[in-house]
Nanobody, 123 residues
Framework: QVQLVESGGGLVQAGGSLRLSCAAS????????VGWFRQAPGKEREFVAA????????SYGESVKGRFSISRDNAKNTVYLQMNSLKPEDTGVYYC????????????????WGQGTQVTVSA
């Protein structure tokens, strides 16, 4: 069984940066893609970025392209989300999630989720 644990959230001013971590444990090879999603109060969960374990290919949501970067450390079984030029609209709970197969932007395709970490960007 795969477990995902996020960390690194916090409060930051607009224009600032944060780096989130998603540490995976268990049978990680069964989940070939790790994605980041976020959810603001009263809104649906939104795709942020994804990384495929095998070849390291990445994909991003339109609202974060050019500002966020997803990367991984195979030795640590950890995926990172570097968030730069943060905006108040980036505020929300950030989740990492795992799935088998190819990358996806759809929440329903992911079957393993972390508990989430809060990111708050002040104006």
């Amino acid at each position: 069984q795969v477990q995902l644990v996020e960390s690194g959230g916090g409060l930051v001013q607009a224009g600032g940066s944060l780096r989130l971590s998603c540490a995976a444990s268990g049978r990680t090879f069964l989940r070939t893609v790790v994605g980041w999603f976020r959810q603001a109060p009263g809104k649906e969960r939104e795709f942020v970025a994804a990384n495929r374990w095998g070849d390291g290919s990445t994909s991003y949501g339109e609202s974060v392209k050019g500002r966020f970067s997803i990367s991984r450390d195979n030795a640590k079984n950890t995926v990172y989300l570097q968030m730069n030029s943060l905006k108040p609209e980036d505020t929300g709970v950030y989740y990492c999630a795992g799935k088998t197969g190819g990358p996806s932007m759809h929440v329903v395709d992911y079957d393993v989720w972390g508990q989430g970490t809060q990111v708050t960007v002040s104006a």
